[in-house]
Structures are given as C-alpha cells and as structure tokens.
T-cell receptor, first 117, second 113 residues
Framework: GAGVSQSPSNKVTEKGKDVELRCDPISGHTALYWYRQSLGQGLEFLIYFQGNSAPDKSGLPSDRFSAERTGGSVSTLTIQRTQQEDSAVYLC???????????????FGNGTRLTVT | GENVEQHPSTLSVQEGDSAVIKCTYSDSASNYFPWYKQELGKGPQLIIDIRSNVGEKKDQRIAVTLNKTAKHFSLHITETQPEDSAVYFCAASTGNYGQNFVFGPGTRLSVLP
C-alpha cells in the first residue's frame, strides 16, 4: 500500500523566505512526527501529533518553526524567515495510535531536502 | 530524559562476515527498541524491533538482543551482503504520550565485496 508521502522532495530557497513542507501519512495512522536530519547526523525530534490531542511541540528549535495537521491527516511544517542553519532533510513519520503501554513502529517518508542559500 | 548512545559510528566488514552494532539507553522505563536502516536519499526503514518482555528476536540474517539489566541492545547481521551497506539507527521508547522515540546517532556500515 501507499507509504508516507512528502513534498516537495527538494526545496531551494533564499535566506529570509518562508517555506512549507507537506506530509501525507499512511491512511488510518493517527500519530504523526516531524524530524530533522542534518547532513550525516542523526534524527532530531521536532513535533508530534496524536489524534485530536494537543501536539507535543517540545522539539521545535525556535518560534520560526510551526506545524499543523488538518483533519487528522495531512500535516504542514512551516519555517518562517529561513536561515542557512535550517538546511537539512526534514523527515515525516506516521504510526498507528501510540498507546501508553504499547508502542507502534514509525513509518518514514523519504523526506524533503531543504537548502537555504 | 532518555539518552541513546550507539557504537561504532562507522563499521566496515568483508562480505560474508558478521556485523554487530551496540546501543545503550538511560531510561529504565523504555520498553520498545526498533532498529532502522537508512539508504542514501531515502527515509529510515524499520528492519527489526524488540519489546522489553523478550530477550532476543531473529528474522533471517538479522537478530536483535536486549539486556534490560545492563540497559543495552544490539543488532547482529550475519552473512553480510553489499546491499546491507547503509546507515543504521537504534531507538528507544518509553510508551508514554508525547516525544517517545529517542534515536541513536547512527552507524554507517560498509560491506566490502
């Protein structure tokens, strides 16, 4: 079946511009995560949505970063006034509902490679 | 909060040899440990996972072991093939609501033909 879809796959933008990154999770998955991966580095947590609950925004690096999830499905990560240090691959993942005593594995998209010039 | 360490950061093996990657975690409440493989230009893909009520799990050439007392878990790949070359990430999760997956920094595995 269809996996997690992210668009665009590549984005080049000028410093100071705003960008929007899109994530289409697997149908039926209620949990959605955004991670950032700098070149050759690990996965840095940004934000987590679970159903209609308030999102966990504890990983957002600054107030220039925001994300929303409409209708419990598609999510958009917005970066305002982009800086060169924002250059990275932004990965989205989805999973079935995470239960307090039982974790479900994450399914990742192929990411959006953002380059800020 | 949870902290996951992973070693080695790079690993080169000859085709056909075994590869072992080790991770340690800090939060004794962690109860789920997935392993992901990331190929160039792609997102991480789950290859195997283990829960805290199991000590070992095997899937063909891949196995994972868990030592809850020592708080470490390992990935074992036998009879390595060139297509096993990738970056491997371990992760630990406590099962609580919120940011509940913490990833290790990754191991770049190269299988030399």
């Amino acid at each position: 079946g269809a996996g997690v879809s992210q668009s665009p796959s590549n984005k080049v933008t000028e410093k100071g511009k705003d960008v929007e990154l899109r994530c289409d999770p697997i149908s039926g998955h209620t949990a959605l995560y955004w991670y950032r991966q700098s070149l050759g580095q690990g996965l840095e947590f940004l934000i987590y949505f679970q159903g209609n609950s308030a999102p966990d925004k504890s990983g957002l690096p600054s107030d220039r970063f925001s994300a929303e999830r409409t209708g419990g499905s598609v999510s958009t990560l917005t970066i305002q006034r982009t800086q060169q240090e924002d250059s990275a691959v932004y990965l989205c993942a989805s999973s079935p509902r995470q239960e307090r005593s039982y974790n479900s594995p994450l399914h990742f998209g192929n990411g959006t490679r953002l380059t800020v010039t | 909060g949870e902290n996951v360490e992973q070693h080695p950061s790079t690993l080169s093996v000859q085709e056909g040899d075994s590869a072992v990657i080790k991770c340690t975690y800090s939060d004794s409440a962690s109860n789920y440990f997935p392993w992901y493989k990331q190929e160039l230009g792609k997102g991480p893909q789950l290859i195997i996972d283990i829960r805290s009520n199991v000590g070992e799990k095997k899937d063909q050439r891949i196995a994972v072991t868990l030592n809850k007392t020592a708080k470490h878990f390992s990935l074992h790949i036998t009879e390595t093939q060139p297509e096993d070359s990738a970056v491997y990430f371990c992760a630990a999760s406590t099962g609580n609501y919120g940011q509940n997956f913490v990833f290790g920094p990754g191991t770049r595995l190269s299988v030399l033909p």
